[in-house]
């Protein structure tokens, strides 16, 4: 059964998101301070009532309050009244609060295995010839039976390849020792952002992403990206990484009467940024086939021009708040924006895009055959739930009350390639130890007895084995330096002095 989602308003029309096309995908485009918080807010909050569970990034701390019931304040009633709507229900939704550093949200963690190297490799900013080293690692870990899970086993197992490069490198090929230090050094970088907590175990279940409450509505899940976006790469990496897991791990459905997750992209231009081609195309690919897997992507950004045209083509519910144009190259980039809408003969689009107030936009979803709307002018609505941050302590008592509270907060720390290979070391130690003590018995043998010559020969305080009135004498400056000759003749280099030199002495003794 479909379901209508009422999201704008204009005189004339209702603008609704069919939910069997909310899969097709889409974006929410406009500059900083046009409302595009609020239509995020709007969309998920729609989605989840229906029983459509969502992923979304909070980047400025503000989606919070979704969890929360709104009230009419002034400017909502006026909005409302202009738009002719009665005032909603107001209601919270079900929130799930995620956070890979675990402060504001229940942790949210990757093994290294799982995230693989070519994300791996985007993270760390590697060139061609230290993404193949990566890779290298990779295989050999894979071949020897050796666990990546976090950070220690990657460079554990980066310090066994650089170690062993002379042995891998007839069947692996060439293991340079300044790329394995590259990959080090970016992993270090990634330590000192915090994102070393984002490896390990227990690793996050997509089950828990697709979760409804008792009243069947879809749960909405916000991951505290404040902090997180501070490291753009591993922000970018994250949110590609939860993608291709959706992508891999649930099963071919086709088109639903309502997608079974519907996945926000917040800051989508950071995940293009600087992109290499073969990770270009891993994101197209994900996004043209990951609708048959009945999960719906949604870009939010500035600017349509900040998603390549290969995944912009796939994008058909659109909605774009205001864009200013006040330099050449913002007349040019609002004017590619417009056309990337289906043309309205009423509506003079690139003109309305600079002329939108907050809270009004340009709105274009999919209709019932899969054909973009003509694009419409319109109000986004106000949501039912509060506009704004949840406070600290509401913050943390919903995470108490949360369906997988206790599940993530314990980290598990199985054996994996770190333990193996310092296991290896320790166990090649004893065989070497083992004759040390022999050695030295030896050495300490053969210096006694070269002392004893040293003390027949000048005299029975030079062994220190006189006796009487003799023993107690003080060594003469000579007696004294046959003494620390015969005190070092137990290295390696008295032993060569004993056997040549003095050899013929202790013979003649």
């Known amino acids: 059964m479909s379901h209508p989602l009422l999201i704008a308003k204009n005189s004339q029309h209702e603008l609704v998101l069919l939910s069997q096309l909310a899969n097709r995908h889409g974006c929410i485009t406009g500059a900083t301070g046009t409302g595009k918080t609020v239509t995020l807010q709007v969309l998920a909050q729609a989605l989840s009532d229906i029983g459509v569970p969502v992923f979304m990034a909070d980047v400025k701390g503000d989606l919070s309050g979704i969890a929360k019931a709104g009230t009419a304040t002034p400017k909502l009633s006026s909005r409302l009244k202009s738009l002719g709507l009665a005032e909603p229900a107001w209601a919270g939704s079900p929130v799930t609060f995620w956070d890979v550093f675990g402060e504001q949200g229940h942790p949210v963690r990757a093994t290294i295995s799982d995230l693989g190297p070519l994300l791996l490799g985007r993270m760390l900013n590697l060139n061609e010839t230290q993404a193949g080293v990566l890779q290298l690692a990779f295989r050999i870990a894979d071949d020897q039976g050796l666990l990546l899970l976090d950070i220690k086993d990657l460079r554990a197992m980066l310090q066994h390849v650089a170690e062993n490069a002379s042995t891998f490198q007839t069947e692996y090929g060439n293991i340079s020792a300044a790329s394995v230090g590259a990959i080090q050094r970016g992993l270090l970088s990634v330590e000192e952002q915090g994102g070393d907590r984002f490896f390990g175990e227990p690793m996050l279940n997509i089950d828990d992403l697709l979760q409804t409450d008792a009243k069947g509505r879809g749960l909405v899940n916000i991951l505290a990206a404040d902090k997180l976006l501070q490291a753009p790469r591993l922000y970018s990496t994250f949110l590609l990484w939860m993608l291709s897991e959706l992508y891999e791990q649930l099963p071919e459905v086709g088109d639903l009467d309502k997608p079974k997750l519907v996945f926000f992209f917040d800051e989508a231009h950071l995940l293009f940024a600087e992109a290499p081609r073969v990770l270009l195309q891993k994101i197209e690919q994900v996004v043209r086939l990951i609708r048959s897997k009945g999960v719906g992507v ?130 090649a130690q004893p065989a070497t130890g083992g004759e040390q003590p022999a050695q030295q018995a030896q050495e300490a043998s053969i210096g006694g007895r070269v002392q004893d010559a040293f003390g027949d020969l000048f005299g029975s305080g030079a062994s220190g084995k006189g006796t009487g009135r003799g023993a107690s004498r003080k060594d003469t400056m000579l007696e004294a330096a046959f003494k620390s000759a015969a005190r070092t003749v137990g290295s390696s280099v008295g032993r060569a002095i004993v056997r040549g030199v003095l050899g013929s002495l202790l013979k003649g003794k």
């Open 298 to 427: 949604y870009f939010v950004t500035q600017n349509p021009l900040d998603i390549p045209d290969t995944v912009l083509g796939q994008l058909g519910n659109r909605v774009q708040h205001a864009l200013r144009a006040y330099t050449p190259r913002d007349q040019k980039a609002v004017q590619a924006a417009a056309e990337t809408f289906r043309a309205n003969p009423g509506l003079d689009t690139a003109k309305a895009i600079t002329e939108l107030g907050v809270g009004e936009a340009l709105v274009s979803f999919l209709d019932e055959k899969g054909t973009p709307h003509p694009v419409e002018r319109a109000y986004i609505l106000p949501p039912a739930s509060r506009i704004g941050p949840l406070t600290p302590e509401e913050r943390r008592e919903l995470i108490g009350q949360s369906v997988v509270a206790g599940i993530y907060e314990k980290t598990v720390d199985r054996e994996s390639a770190y333990e193996k290979l310092k296991g290896r070391a320790m166990q």
